[in-house]
């Protein structure tokens, strides 16, 4: 039983930042990573980054690299995405997710209820 809540969306201009958390929780929790993925109306579900806790790997989709930078605390069962220099492309609702941990989605047991982030042109 996992449950995952994210928080910290909101409307944002161009270049602005924001700070995405995801907590978890659950009687037991066991997973071989974390990841965000991202969905704009009309749009699959997009990888965006994931942290695997074995190591503190890190990945990102290229859309991202170099603005997003994942972080997490596996003893908290926390994540963090920080969002710099912010795009409208990057509009979306950012889910939270928790599974074997990689860009497929259906690769993750888990998912939290979203958050919207708007970024304003």
């Known amino acids: 039983q996992v449950q995952l809540v994210e928080s910290g969306g909101g409307l944002v201009q161009a270049g602005g930042s924001l700070r995405l958390s995801c907590a978890a929780s659950g009687r037991t929790f066991s997973t071989y990573a974390m990841g965000w993925f991202r969905q704009a109306p009309g749009k699959e579900r997009e990888f965006v980054a994931r942290i695997h806790w074995s190591g503190g790997f890190t990945y990102y989709a290229e859309s991202v690299k170099g603005r997003f930078t994942i972080s997490g605390d596996n003893a908290k069962n926390m994540v963090n995405l920080q969002m710099n220099s912010l795009k409208p492309e990057d509009t979306a609702v950012y889910y939270c997710?928790?599974?074997?941990?990689?860009?497929?989605?259906?690769?993750?047991?888990?998912w939290g209820q979203g958050t919207q982030v708007t970024v304003s042109s």
């Open positions: 997710a928790a599974g074997a941990g990689s860009r497929d989605v259906r690769s993750y047991d888990y």
